[in-house]
């Protein structure tokens, strides 16, 4: 029978609350559930296994950092840089994100049902099987994509006008795909745009209907709908910008 | 990092320090212990037709005289006392907050505009620029500035912030970078009727302090916000800027950005950007200020320091976490992220 542990956060330091996750994972809990949060940072921080976190409130910043296994459920908004560096497993938050989402991810799978901040998916980076995903459901702002070194960024702007300017600007892996047309001007320099082909579409469709799955959307219309792929322009696209050869 | 955070009541409700201190106080991780401050407009309705001059005494026995001669030679001073004060464990009082209720003699300005402001200016130059053991931190109408080296709660429980009832709020949870010791460094910083607190630093410091040094303004804490409190002051109130422009002269849009406007938006910017081209702020930085009938916030235009709204009722917040907000209103009704370059600007109700 699945074990399942009850934290209340309520005027709790992140310290002893992170100290109080990490034993009930030790004592075998399968299910975490966390509530009243508010604001407590590195919320999962370095936790390894396959437990589920259930977040009731505001995640502070750095949820998940470094995590390797485990999945976080936010029911709420998340602060700055959820899955800082995160290893694998999942993160869902159900409400939006602050800045820095996915900061150097390296593996696993972030899902935001809303909007993220500035800078979303800076320097995610992939290395042979281990491919970090990122999907938002709602926008992205300004710089998304930035350095970014692999993996896959979905934006599917469900609620609105894609706000994001300056879109991969310094990348140089990986690829991002976007609900919808982007204008050329959006791009930033070391970025170029590409038409998604049926093969991409049958590699990202996979990841759609999960995101459809965990958050009950109709996922057909997502699946079909037309793309916008952005991948770096060249592989050394900076090769001239702080060297001379 | 450092922690900021602003609260207004449109309709001039009045709410008292210990929410305030619990909003900062949750962002204790964006501090380090160093420096904390809390401005609020409403304080003093008893005295609500003189400027009350905030000011720091290293010793009041020696500097306290100088102070009162000064303002005695530009007005009249209708009372003074010791800024209440309760000893807290934590904090090391290294001077005495004094405060003076004046009126200034508008005659002593012959052709300005708002001769009051110009003496109350030129006396806080006067003392922050001498080596006299007193510093002004605050000196407007109907408003205090509270700020201390320590934690949010400490400075909050030092200057008994819960005793004083104010519309709007300003407070600031500082991560030190450098000059630990003195109480004037950390933020908030306030003129008259302007208060900041600052989320960051700007690396065009120079420029902008030579700028607005040179209308007659002395920054005398080598502080960023300083600087920023005397240009908004110098951009609204001198140069007759409204707070929508002075803003966007502070941190304009980028030239691309502006080449993709229509072509009078074109020539408004751009002529902003050549007459402003010295006040304007660039690095990272989120800035929350305030006067007795406005709040605003607004960002670098990189949005290289976080920036949340959030409205419930009559009551806007701006603040560095979500959290903050929450931590004093908990069903607050939006929450929102601005873009770089959007500002927020609330009114008081007239």
Known sequence: ?????????????????????????????????????????????????????RVNGVAGGDLAMFMSGPTVIVDGNAEHAPGNTMDSGKVVIHGSAG?????????????????????????????????????????????????????????????????????????????????????????????????????????????????????GLDAEPLVKANYTRIVPASARPFAGKYTWE | ?????????????????????????????????????YVAYGIYPDYRDCYALHVFFDNPGKSKAIVDATLEQWGTIEHDEAIPTCDQPNLKA??????????????????????????????????????????????????????????????????????????????????????????????????????????GKTTTYGANRRYVESFGYNCSTGTDSEVIA????????KHGLGIDLAIRALAPPYWDEIDRMPEAEQNLNRALRFAYGSATMNGPFTVVAANPDTMIGFTDRGKLRPMVVGECGDRLYIASEETAIRAMEPCVESIRRPAAGEPVIGRVAP
Not at chain 1, 41 to 53: E, K, V, Y
Not at chain 1, 200 to 215: K, L, M, Q
Not at chain 2, 152 to 170: C, F, K, T
């Open chain 1, 1 to 53: 029978m699945a074990k399942q542990v009850t934290i209340d956060a309520k005027g709790v330091h992140y310290t002893p609350l992170n100290q109080q996750i990490r034993k009930a994972i030790e004592d075998g809990a399968d299910e975490i559930v966390v509530n009243n949060v508010l604001g407590q940072r590195f919320i999962g921080n370095g936790l390894r296994g396959n437990a589920t976190i």
């Open chain 1, 99 to 215: 800045d820095a989402v996915a900061h150097s991810m390296r593996g696993g799978k972030i899902f935001v049902r809303g909007d993220i901040g500035y800078r979303g998916g800076i320097h995610m980076k992939q290395y042979e099987t281990q491919r970090p995903i990122l999907v938002v459901g709602g926008s992205a702002q300004t710089f998304l994509g930035e350095y970014m070194a692999g993996g896959l960024l979905l934006v599917l702007g469900l609620d609105g006008a894609m706000k994001a300017r300056e879109i991969g600007s310094g990348i140089h892996g990986g690829e991002i795909v976007i609900r919808g047309d982007v204008d050329e001007a959006c791009l930033a320099a070391g970025a170029k745009k590409l038409p998604l082909t049926d093969e991409d579409r049958a590699r990202i469709a996979p990841v759609i209907r999960e995101f459809a799955a965990d958050f």
């Open chain 2, 1 to 37: 990092m450092c922690g900021i955070f602003g609260v207004m009541d449109k309709r001039r409700q009045m709410m008292d320090g210990s929410g305030i201190r619990e909003a900062l106080s949750i962002m204790n991780e964006r501090g380090s212990g160093e420096g904390a401050g």
């Open chain 2, 94 to 199: 290294n001077c005495t907050p004094w405060r003076y209720f004046f009126k200034p003699d508008a005659s002593l300005a012959p052709g300005s505009a708002s001769p009051e402001k110009d003496v109350v200016t030129s006396i806080v130059m006067q003392i922050n620029a001498s080596a006299n053991g007193a510093e002004i931190v605050s000196s407007g109408k109907n408003v205090g500035l509270f700020k201390a080296s320590g934690w949010p709660e400490d400075v909050a429980d030092y200057y008994r912030i819960q005793d004083y009832e104010g519309y709007i709020w300003l407070a600031h949870n500082r991560y030190a970078t450098s000059n630990p010791e003195l109480w004037e460094r950390p933020d908030p910083f306030n003129l008259h009727d302007w208060s900041v607190v600052e989320n």
């Open chain 2, 230 to 237: 005397y240009l908004i002051d110098l951009l609204t109130r």
